[in-house]
């Protein structure tokens, strides 16, 4: 009896400092946030801190996520989510690998 109530502090003390060790992604959602247009202008991307809309001729918002390097798209909650990778993000310029490996160069 003693042992486990020395061992729920112990497992109280771990997973606080796993929470204070992952790197929050809001750092990355706001370098995201905007409007976007394809290196070749058939596609506008537009990220707000609350939908991730695609227009390529029919736009489309769904609730999207950050893990990583990889945002997490659903639309109305429906799963499994889409998956684009970032390859690479700054200020101006944003390439992702949509699911199907194809890589979009996207600019403000």
Known sequence: MKKNALMLPVFGLVLLAFACNTKPTGEVNK?????????????????????????????????????????????????PFTKFAIKNLDDHKLILFYPDSDLVEFSR
């Open 31 to 79: 370098k995201l946030e905007g409007k976007w247009q394809s290196k070749d202008g058939n596609t506008k991307l537009e990220i707000t801190d609350k939908g991730f809309t695609m227009d390529d001729g029919k736009p489309v918002t769904e609730d999207y996520f950050v893990k990583k390097d990889t945002i997490y798209t659903s639309y109305e909650g429906s799963r």
